[in-house]
Nanobody, 124 residues
Framework: QVQLVESGGGLVQAGGSLRLSCEAS????????MGWFRRAPGKKREFVAA????????YYADSVKGRFTVSRDNAKNTVYLQMNSLKPDDTAVYYC?????????????????WGQGTQVTVSS
């Protein structure tokens, strides 16, 4: 079992920055690829970013590429999402997730464990 707890959400003005953190329980954090997803009001949950087990490979949705950066610290069992140049369209609940499966890292169905989510609100 892996438990994930997100933090770092909040209210920020357009153009501002936030850093989300997701801390995982357990001793095998490095065995999981980690992803960030978000769900805006009235919309389906969508892929935002992901990072491979070692951190050597990162993946981004086109909508956040160049603005968001995903990273991980396996010694701290934590994955981060640095969000810069935030836009009102980035307003959503952000979830981190852990996948034990190789491949399909953009697909929410490969993720075994999910956090409870953290709200990010970007005002115009």
């Amino acid at each position: 079992q892996v438990q994930l707890v997100e933090s770092g959400g909040g209210l920020v003005q357009a153009g501002g920055s936030l850093r989300l953190s997701c801390e995982a329980s357990g001793r095998i954090f490095s065995s999981y690829g980690m992803g960030w997803f978000r769900r805006a009001p009235g919309k389906k949950r969508e892929f935002v970013a992901a990072i491979s087990r070692s951190g050597g490979n990162t993946y981004y949705a086109d909508s956040v590429k160049g603005r968001f950066t995903v990273s991980r610290d396996n010694a701290k069992n934590t994955v981060y999402l640095q969000m810069n140049s935030l836009k009102p369209d980035d307003t959503a609940v952000y979830y981190c997730a852990a996948s034990a499966v190789l491949g399909g890292i953009r697909d929410e169905y490969v993720y075994n464990y999910w956090g409870q989510g953290t709200q990010v609100t970007v005002s115009s």
